[in-house]
């Protein structure tokens, strides 16, 4: 069964550093999105991505943050320089079509990034 | 800002019982509802969902209901196997140009005692 892949599983940074977060989304999906789960908090939305272009932002997704479809398979999460603050779980998800009623969306295993 | 409500932090059930989980929201804009299973270091599974223009969805041992008037609605397993054992999530997407992301409640914590 296709699946929502992520790396790397684990990235620990310093305060100040840039991260990449890397996604592969289902081959024939279309709509990506990246959500995060600080410790012991809810999930949260950041952002979605369609057609090449970011659709909507939360109020978390910032300047020191960015999204690319660098090619027809990986979808990133860059954060510039990163903050004690984030430090969570960040889970990558992936939906096939909105125009066809279908609103599931397929969630990776997740990257822990650790800011220390 | 607790769109989507998940008031029981944690539920213990006998094997073979039934399971309750419930969920509220409070944005009358929300148009799908979504459950989502998550095991710990694994990213969330989606279970099953229902459109607000249904009140009840049903697959295999997991049934969905849906009060929109109550805003309300409460995850069904029965029977309860251990391998049910997980965090649930509810959520909720709205129309209206939200691009459909995913409000989330914070989860309930199913223990299925053998």
């Known amino acids: 069964e296709p699946e929502v892949t992520q790396t790397p599983s684990h990235q620990v940074t310093q305060m100040g550093q840039e991260v990449i977060l890397r996604c592969v989304p289902i081959s024939n999906h279309l709509y990506f999105y990246w959500y995060r789960q600080i410790l012991g908090q809810k999930v949260e939305f950041l952002v979605s991505f369609y057609n090449n272009e970011i659709s909507e932002k939360s109020e978390i997704f910032d300047d020191q943050f960015s999204v690319e479809r660098p090619d027809g398979s990986n979808f990133t999460l860059k954060i510039r320089s990163t903050k004690l603050e984030d430090s969570a779980m960040y889970f990558c998800?992936?939906?096939?079509?909105?125009?066809?009623?279908?609103?599931?969306?397929?969630f990776g295993p997740g990257t822990r990034l650790t800011v220390t | 800002d607790q769109q989507v409500k998940q008031n029981s932090p944690s539920l213990s059930v006998q094997e073979g019982r039934i399971s309750i989980l419930n969920c509220d929201y409070t944005n009358s804009m929300f148009d799908y509802f979504l459950w989502y299973k998550k095991y710990p270091a694994e990213g969330p599974t989606f279970l099953i969902s229902?459109?607000?223009?249904?009140d009840k969805n049903e697959d295999g041992r997991f049934t969905v209901f849906l009060n929109k008037s109550a805003k309300h609605l409460s995850l069904h397993i029965v029977p309860s196997q251990p391998g049910d054992s997980a965090v649930y999530f509810c959520a909720a997407s709205g129309g209206g140009g939200s691009n459909y992301k995913l409000t989330f409640g914070k989860g309930t914590l199913l223990t299925v005692n053998p």
């Open positions: 998800a992936s939906n096939i079509n909105l125009a066809g009623g279908v609103y599931e969306q397929y």
């Open positions: 229902i459109s607000s223009i249904k």
